[in-house]
């Protein structure tokens, strides 16, 4: 069992960054591929961007490509977004997410095991 705590959300303002963190709780954090998601008001939960158990893949959605980065510290058992040059419709609550199937699975939301709580993230104007 591994339980998400999100960290770092925040008010920011457009062009501005952030760095969210997801800390897990529970043995087996390094079998797990990890990854973000976020909700806006009134949407969909939608895929941000994942990277797999040993940190080497990562898959990103293609409206935060080359703005958004994610790393993993095993040691620390963290998962990290990093997110610069926000934009307002970047405003969301943020996810994160972990399973132990393939990398696939995670992007396409078949393959989650475990949910953080979220955290909101505002990008004023």
């Known amino acids: 069992q591994v339980q998400l705590v999100e960290s770092g959300g925040g008010l920011v303002q457009a062009g501005g960054s952030l760095r969210l963190s997801c800390a897990a709780f529970?043995?087996?954090?390094?079998?797990?591929?990890m990854g973000w998601f976020r909700q806006a008001p009134g949407k969909e939960r939608e895929f941000v961007i994942a990277?797999?158990?040993?940190?080497?893949?990562?898959y990103y959605a293609d409206s935060v490509k080359g703005r958004f980065t994610i790393s993993r510290d095993n040691y620390k058992k963290t998962v990290y977004l990093q997110m610069n040059s926000l934009k307002p419709e970047d405003t969301a609550v943020y996810y994160c997410?972990?399973?132990?199937?393939?990398?696939?699975?995670?992007?396409?939301?078949?393959?989650?095991?475990?949910w953080g709580t979220g955290t909101l993230v505002t990008v004023s104007s």
């Open positions: 997410a972990a399973g132990d199937g393939t990398i696939e699975t995670i992007t396409k939301r078949t393959g989650i095991d475990h």
């Open positions: 529970g043995r087996t954090f390094t079998s797990y591929n």
């Open positions: 990277i797999n158990s040993n940190g080497g893949t990562t």
